[in-house]
């Protein structure tokens, strides 16, 4: 063992584990240059991750879509998501994958495919996307006047860095003291906002965007939660006004779980505390994580 | 002076000159995982910066738009470009600033303005968006089926690394034996290529896109030599089937000049070399880099 310091997290990148703030990339890798790079994040919540699997396959996806192809298997690149975790004796944490375009081969090309992708992991500490206070008393979210990307453009189902219209969003939010943003497309339907799904509650309904959006891990948990718990649920399309007048919202993100929504623009919802159904998929949520399939133990001893 | 080798290039970065190869950024920046970052190029000719003014002004609105500030002054970031350049002894050089949002001051926060912003530079060798061969045969260029993202969804007059409709342009480009892609809008509207902007002639007259683009600087030049060479020029709405049906096409870009093509898709232009108005517009470009006021001398002394 070195004597470096890997408690605030480790990384993985140029095939070496390193102190997570001692991680660097170039800034002339496409990756920087051109934001030409696909990434994932699983969690680990008491000492194994979930839905390992899912996150693999999505990452596997998003690489495809991109033609990217990095020097390390899948096989390589689970055990070193394990290895990252382990080295900080992380029991909760954000673990990142992510492959990035690299620089070309040969000097003064434009080509993406004469690049050398690399791939980069790191695990840190858990992170929410919102903080634990906002958390508990619920989120005050705003609809962003900024629209969302759209679909043809860039495909959000490949998840990826390019957050500016996000980042816009979550501007006009803070400027008028909100905590996050949900943005629409520019014919008016709800997408998502910065690292979160978003869920809508109507008479006992839930549902949640068919458009504009990642197709979330937590966001399948959640429907999968639903026909469990009975409640009738559909990916739809979501017209601003319905999520105006919606009874209940929550957000989805692997940082963060679920996170109730108790106020959207100046409407309060359900005397300003977390709604009904959002308890019961919380609960069911953070219950399947200490007993379900989901579970991958992480491998300490590696 | 150390022993170190800037002759591949040179950057500032946390406030320290390095060989570009050595140049890092932490793969947990924002500028990294949102591409929350702004940033501007400039050439160097024969040991002058061309419209050194006009990229540092871009820079500036760039970096106000997305309220950005890095700790360094305009009058500091300009003599740190002088030193990138001087210090690799480049005479011909593409020399990019950039400013990234950095990472929060307060752990766990999610917010922009919570960042320590920061600023890098580097000078390297010239590039091109083409290669010389492909510059002097002219390119042929691909007008891409997938859509710009919008201007409402990410302003395009802000310099950004957000390229990744640019590159899947880019690559059904290549796929297809062509050497780059132009993209339109999703309604139907010719917009600009991955680095490029695009020009086209039709019986006399030259005109650029009104949108989706950035406001280039070699652009700006070329509206400027219309104008002294009596070609009647506008910035306005071009359909795809304008640019099919041109005289001429050309394309501008910091990195490159003023770059001729010479097919567009199945249509071959000009009998498939380079045409006049290029030849005449390329000519007074290249003459006003050796007597213009547009020429700031690099202070190699530094």
Redesign the interface.
């Known amino acids: 063992m070195s004597d470096e310091d890997f408690s605030k997290g480790t990384?993985y990148?140029r095939g070496a584990f390193v102190p997570?703030?001692k991680?660097?990339?170039?800034?002339?890798d496409w990756?920087?240059?051109?934001?030409?790079?696909v990434y994932d994040v699983v969690h680990v919540s008491n000492g194994a991750f979930f839905r390992l699997v899912d996150h693999l396959d999505r990452f596997e996806r998003s690489m495809r879509a991109?033609?990217m192809k990095p020097a390390e298997s899948r096989e390589q690149i689970e055990q070193i998501l394990h290895r990252c975790v382990a080295m900080s004796h992380l029991k909760d944490a954000y673990v990142a994958m992510?492959t990035l375009r690299g620089r070309p081969r040969i000097a003064?090309?434009?080509?993406?495919?004469d690049c050398e992708n690399h791939f980069?992991a790191?695990a840190?500490a858990w992170?929410?996307?919102?903080?634990k206070e906002v958390k508990e008393r619920g989120v005050r979210l705003w609809i962003a006047s900024?629209?969302?990307?759209?679909d043809?453009?860039?495909d959000p189902t490949v998840k990826?860095?390019?957050?500016?219209?996000?980042?816009s969003g979550?501007?006009e939010a803070?400027d008028r003291e909100f905590d996050?943003a949900v943005l629409c497309d520019?014919d008016g339907f709800v997408t998502e906002g910065?690292?979160f799904n978003v869920f809508i509650v109507k008479e006992g309904k839930v549902s949640t965007p068919d458009r504009g959006s990642l197709q979330g891990i937590t966001r399948r948990s959640v429907l999968e939660f639903c026909k469990e718990l009975g409640y009738e649920a559909s990916i739809a399309p979501i017209l601003r006004g319905a999520i105006e007048a919606a009874d209940e919202i929550f957000l989805t993100s692997t940082a963060g779980g679920i996170v109730p929504v108790v106020r959207v623009n100046q409407t309060i919802l359900g005397n300003d505390r977390p709604g009904m159904v959002f308890e019961k998929i919380s609960e069911l949520y953070w219950r399947n994580h200490r007993e379900s399939a989901y579970r991958t133990d992480v491998n300490y001893a590696t």
């Open positions: 990384a990148v997570v703030d991680a660097s990339i170039s800034p002339l990756a920087f240059t051109r934001s030409d790079v991109r033609r992510v003064g090309s434009r080509r993406p495919s980069l790191y840190i992170v929410d996307i919102v903080p900024v629209p969302r990307v759209s043809r453009a860039v990826n860095y390019q957050w500016n219209d996000l980042t979550l501007m803070h996050t520019e910065p690292g």
